[in-house]
């Protein structure tokens, strides 16, 4: 009887404590530098909030939406209180129950669906129960371009016949962080960056190339070679405006004739 009645007491403080806490919640949002919101057209941005006194995750998932409107992000002065963000535009909200004032890491990795240009932010803030941050809420800026070689193929076995009389066709697809798209003259000017090849031979260096804007997206070059051996490129882009940076590398083997 004694140990029914203490179940119970127990139950009935837990479920008490439950009661207790407050539902609280929380916008976040990723953005790219120099650019627009990552949503759903990159798969997202995976979001993880975790307390800093144990370590325990109180919310995670994925910022869903569009990028957002480039008049109003891009193109508009902004003042102090304006919202960037509309009902469509890419977040993840978090939706906490808190007993108390609770001191909180936010965590993004983003683009989740391009790994190798993943980049990881943080931040850390009070949360408070009941008091919601909604809105533009929490943003966080990811650096850098997304590039994917196209071509030479990774691990391609090239012969050295092939690529005698026709140099070797070099392609890149580099966008921004929020997949926003490059071309020149454009909001993301090509003419702005500076895309370029680095190139070694048996792990020592055997020259640079540049690679010029082709059409949306996509960048070229020419690489003449003629000698054969374990090759490794890597294609880096730059922009001096805004201090993005973006790398891809590839391996390709020439054989002999």
Not at 126 to 153: A, N, Q, T, V, Y
Not at 249 to 256: A, D, K, M, N, P
């Amino acid at each position: 009887m004694i140990r029914i009645t203490l179940l119970a007491a127990a139950l009935a403080l837990i479920t008490g404590l439950r009661a207790m806490a407050t539902e609280t919640q929380v916008m976040v949002r990723v953005k790219a530098k120099d650019a627009k919101f990552i949503g759903s057209s990159l798969g997202g941005a995976h979001v993880l909030i975790r307390s800093t006194t144990n370590g325990a995750i109180l919310a995670e998932g994925l910022t869903q939406g569009s990028t957002g409107s480039t008049q109003r992000i891009m193109r508009e002065p902004h003042t102090r209180g304006m919202t960037l963000t509309d009902d469509n535009t890419a977040g993840f909200l978090a939706t906490l129950d808190l007993q108390e004032p609770t001191f909180v890491r936010i965590e993004v990795a983003s683009p989740y669906g391009h790994r190798s240009a993943q980049v990881h932010a943080s931040t850390e803030l009070w949360l408070i129960p009941g008091k919601h941050i909604l809105g533009d809420g929490i943003i966080l800026e990811i650096p850098g371009f997304i590039i994917d070689i196209l071509s030479p193929r990774t691990h391609r076995y090239i012969s050295l016949a092939e690529v005698k009389d026709q140099p070797l066709s070099v392609q890149a697809n580099i966008v921004m962080m929020c997949g926003c798209t490059i071309n020149e003259d454009g909001l993301w000017d090509s003419n702005d960056m500076e895309v370029r090849g680095i190139l070694k031979r048996n792990g020592e260096l055997a020259g640079e190339i540049g690679l010029d804007w082709k059409s949306t997206n996509l960048f070229e070059a020419a690489l003449p070679l003629t000698e054969p051996g374990q090759y490794h490129l890597t294609v880096y882009a730059y922009d001096p405006n805004s201090g993005n940076t973006g790398v891809e590398q590839v391996y390709f083997i020439i054989t002999g004739e």
